[in-house]
């Protein structure tokens, strides 16, 4: 039976916003045991990724800490930095249900409070790309890689879409800016030009059981595990270690 398990560990959404306390720690779990990761990093980060109406973004150079900390650990080897969008933030053909200017209906989010999880069509969700006109999703993603390789020194390859939410436009342009990869929960496309890393589970803190699961297949398994560290509380912290 051939039934090795190649595993790819994804934190998204890291950006300006992000806490580099918290973010050390979790890197230095992985350090512990040499596991690498890919890391979604957000170029310009939204203040509130669920209202397409927010005009206020984050570039990621405003939290030095940050800049640093994945430098020293693309360095190390230990991450890729891969682009998560451009701002992360929903479109107005994507909208929430909830609007703005009702602080009593806000979640928790990465140091501001967001609109809560509520896509006006279910079916649709959220989405930063489908829906624009091509000429601006193509300068969103040029623009957010040209970015993020100045500001933190590394070669983008990876492309991850926030919410997963993808469209055969936005892969084109993809291939057209000679990215590799896209590693996403869906498998909607096929591409000649990307390979599509699709086959995702999204709880990191029960990975030995999804790994006992895995090992039943009688076949090589490429998948990933997909989590948000700034989602982590203190117990699930400890679980990882």
């Known amino acids: 039976m051939d039934n090795q398990i190649f595993v790819i560990f994804r934190n998204d959404d890291l950006c300006a916003l992000s806490d580099p306390v918290k973010e050390k720690r979790i890197l230095e779990i992985f350090e512990k045991y040499g596991i690498p990761q890919v890391f979604g990093v957000i170029p310009r980060m939204t203040e509130d990724?669920?209202?397409?109406?927010?005009t206020r973004w984050h570039p990621i150079e405003e939290n030095p800490s940050i800049v640093a900390l994945?430098?020293?650990y693309a360095a190390k080897g230990l991450i890729e930095i891969a682009q998560h969008g451009f701002n992360h933030q929903t479109n107005p053909g994507h909208p929430g249900r909830e609007k703005a200017g009702t602080p009593e209906r806000t979640s928790p989010g990465l140091r501001y409070n967001w609109l809560p999880f509520s896509p006006e069509y279910p079916e649709k969700g959220y989405s930063e790309f489908n829906a624009l006109p091509e000429?601006?999703?193509?300068?969103?993603?040029?623009?957010?890689?040209?970015?993020?390789?100045?500001?933190?020194?590394s070669e983008i390859e990876t492309f991850i879409f926030p919410w997963d939410s993808m469209e055969e436009q936005g892969l084109r342009i993809l291939e057209e800016n000679g990215f590799r990869q896209v590693i996403t929960s869906r498998n909607l496309f096929l591409s000649k030009k990307l390979h599509l890393v699709h086959y995702c589970h999204g709880d990191i803190t029960r990975l030995t059981e999804f790994i006992r699961r895995m090992e039943k297949e009688d076949v090589p398994t490429l998948t990933q595990v997909a989590y948000h560290s700034w989602m982590l509380d203190e117990q699930q912290e400890n679980n990882l270690r």
């Open 70 to 72: 994945l430098k020293e």
């Open 135 to 153: 000429d601006t999703v193509r300068s969103r993603i040029s623009d957010g890689r040209d970015y993020l390789t100045k500001t933190l020194g």
């Open 49 to 54: 990724p669920h209202d397409f109406r927010m």
